[in-house]
Nanobody, 121 residues
Framework: QVQLQESGPDLVKPSQTLSLTCTVS??????????WSWIRQPPGKGVEFMGY???????SVTPSLKSHTSISRDTSKNQFSLQLNSIRAEDTAVYYC?????????????WGKGTLVTVSS
């Protein structure tokens, strides 16, 4: 069973950089047909898909976030990370990491529990 756990700061000041890490257990992030995503949900708002990094290391970020967001991975630690630069109050949200297996008609998602990040001075 694949399990994911987010880690990172609970509180970040405006204009700083937010770095979150997702540690994956029960499977390798290099396993074919797995896609590792970051998703967030601001308080009282809907879910926003931020981007993903695939099993082969290729990454994609939602265009509206691309200018200040990056997703990377550390295969030696079986982790993938999110970096959000010049963070603002509106970036306050619960951040989730997700692992998705997609092959043929099979689609399975594994979610982390989420971590609340508050942006405040």
């Amino acid at each position: 069973q694949v399990q994911l756990q987010e880690s990172g700061p609970d509180l970040v000041k405006p204009s700083q950089t937010l770095s979150l890490t997702c540690t994956v257990s029960g499977g390798s992030i290099r396993t074919a047909n797995y896609y590792w995503s970051w998703i967030r949900q601001p308080p009282g708002k809907g879910v926003e898909f931020m981007g993903y990094i695939s099993y082969d290391g290729s990454a994609s970020v939602t265009p509206s976030l691309k200018s200040h967001t990056s997703i990377s991975r550390d295969t030696s630690k079986n982790q993938f990370s999110l970096q959000l630069n010049s963070i603002r109050a509106e970036d306050t949200a619960v951040y989730y990491c997700r692992g998705s297996y997609s092959f043929s008609s099979i689609n399975v998602d594994y979610w982390g529990k989420g971590t609340l990040v508050t942006v405040s001075s």
